[in-house]
Structure formats: structure tokens, C-alpha cells
């Protein structure tokens, strides 16, 4: 049964001030998202892809289009579009659990401002956030505070808190552009199973090429800025569950990445970014 379009990006433009007058940092930027679809955002830097992660979140606004959540316009920051930064921005004071408990508490859905969990009570409050911590593989971790933690447990909190929201779109900018190599790759996989799991929407940026073809349905390439747009999507073909293994051993998977690069490379070399983001 095919999916239902849950996100769009219509026409969406950013437009910001300088001294030297009004810089168009995208312009025309439109794709949509199907229920459970995972896409990422690939370009080089300065091409906006954070900008225009930004503005599905609600926190920054369209100078024009607009993007649209289940048919109707985003609107402010709430729980139904929930983001996992790179520095994952925990409470230092608070334990795992009470990092997520906080968030849960904290929610006011966008539209009515009401509390996004009012109808459950304290004790099913607690339930829900070792629930996600669980699904993260924390539940051993949910009395230890942050500074106890390694940087990808930290992200694995950082992803259990936003899907304790259960929000419609989960959207992450390059979630572990500030973990090692090898943690990388684990919590690539994490992400993979946590993601199977919950079934939510995606959307992410990333300069990793590999990471990206792991991940995505869909991988949306982004020209060069000022004035970036979207210059192609690339469908990623290859069927789930994946395992890394298998998705090296395809010949199918060096088409698609050559592919990439292919872009990637032909923009640098229309451009003053110093070096391919590949």
C-alpha cells in the first residue's frame, strides 16, 4: 500500500539581511516525505542544508513557501517534529531517565499548546521514557548522568528523548559528525534498528556519503549556495533490513555512490567551497 506524503517542502526560500544587502541562502527547495521514510540531505558546505532543516523544525521561518506537517502548515516548534542535534544538549544535572522524564513533562503540542501527554498519568510518564531508553539500549544507563556517559550513549539519549515525544517527523542534523569512526558506524546501525522500531519519519542531514545510502530511502542532493536548491534526489534501491555487510558486497551500491560523488564533485568544481564535502 503506498505511503501518505506526512511532510512537504513547498517552494521554501531563506533570505537574510547583511551589510550588503539580503543573501538568498536557498531558494525554491522542494521535496515531500512519505509516512515512515527515511531521506537524508547532502551538499556541500554553506549550501543550507541546516537552513532548511531549520525551517521544517519551526525554528526558522520561511521568507518564502512553506512546509507543510499532515496537510497543514507547520507552525511554531513543537513535539510532533523533534530534533537530535550533534551536541546532544543534555541537562548535566539530571540522570538519563529524568533527561527524558523532563521532556515528556516539558511537551505542549504546537496547535493547542495543551500538554502533549495530559492524558497520562505520572507513574505512565515514567513508563514512557524507560520505554524509549529501553528501545535505545539504556535501560542499564538510566540512573547515570551525563558526564558518565560515552558520546554515542549520550546520542542514544539525545534520540530516546525525541522519540519519547512520538513525533511525526524526526529530524537529525549530522547526529554524529562529532563521534569517532568506529562509534560512528555502531551508532549508524543503532539508528537503523531504532528507527525499524519506531516507525517514525526521517529526515536527515549528513556529509557522509556511506552513512547516507545506510540509512535513506531517498538521498536529496543540494546545490551549491547562495541561491541552493535542490539539484537531484537519488533513490536508494537497495531493501530492508540492511546490514552494512550486504550493502558493500552489492555491486549496485558503487553505481549509487559513483553517482553521488559524480554530483558532488561537478558542483565543487563550479564553486568557491574549498574542498568536496565526499
Not at 537574510?16 to 515531500?32: A, I, M, Q, R, Y
Not at 526558522?60 to 497543514?72: F, K, Q
Not at 560515552?150 to 542534523?173: H, T
Not at 549508524?188 to 545510502?213: F, K, N, P, R, Y
Request: charged share 25%; with cysteine; net charge negative.
Amino acid at each position: 500500500m503506498p505511503y501518505s506524503h506526512v511532510l512537504e517542502l513547498s517552494a521554501l526560500s531563506k533570505v537574510f539581511p547583511t551589510p550588503d544587502g539580503p543573501l538568498t541562502v536557498v531558494e525554491n527547495v522542494s521535496f515531500k516525505l512519505k509516512e515512515g521514510e527515511f531521506v537524508s540531505i547532502m551538499g556541500h558546505s554553506g549550501c543550507g542544508k541546516s537552513t532548511v532543516l531549520n525551517m521544517v523544525a519551526g525554528l526558522s521561518e520561511p521568507t518564502a513557501g512553506a512546509v507543510i506537517l499532515d496537510g497543514r502548515e507547520g507552525g511554531d516548534p513543537g513535539p510532533e517534529r523533534m530534533v537530535v542535534f550533534q551536541n546532544y544538549s543534555l541537562l548535566p544535572w539530571m540522570t538519563v531517565k529524568e533527561n527524558v522524564l523532563f521532556a515528556v513533562n516539558s511537551a505542549r503540542s504546537t496547535r493547542t499548546k495543551k500538554p502533549r501527554f495530559e492524558s497520562e498519568t505520572k507513574e505512565q510518564h515514567i513508563a514512557r521514557a524507560e520505554k524509549y531508553l529501553e528501545l535505545v539500549g539504556l535501560g542499564h544507563a538510566m540512573d547515570k548522568l551525563p558526564a558518565e556517559l560515552s558520546g554515542g550513549m549520550k546520542q542514544r539519549v539525545s534520540i530516546a528523548r525525541a522519540l519519547a515525544l512520538e513525533p511525526r517527523i524526526l529530524i537529525l542534523d549530522e547526529p554524529f559528525g562529532a563521534l569517532d569512526a568506529i562509534t560512528r558506524e555502531e551508532m549508524q546501525d543503532e539508528l537503523l534498528a531504532i528507527w525499524a522500531s519506531s516507525g517514525t519519519t526521517g529526515l536527515m542531514v549528513t556529509h557522509e556519503i556511506d552513512e547516507a545510502i545506510l540509512l535513506s530511502d531517498r538521498i536529496v542532493m543540494m546545490t551549491n549556495g547562495p541561491n541552493a536548491t535542490v539539484g537531484e534526489i537519488f533513490d536508494v534501491p537497495f531493501p530492508r533490513p540492511r546490514s552494512r555487510e550486504k550493502l558493500f558486497e552489492s555491486p549496485g551500491y558503487y553505481t549509487l555512490r559513483n553517482q553521488i560523488v559524480k554530483f558532488l564533485y561537478e558542483k565543487f568544481a563550479h564553486s568557491d567551497v574549498d574542498e568536496p564535502a565526499a
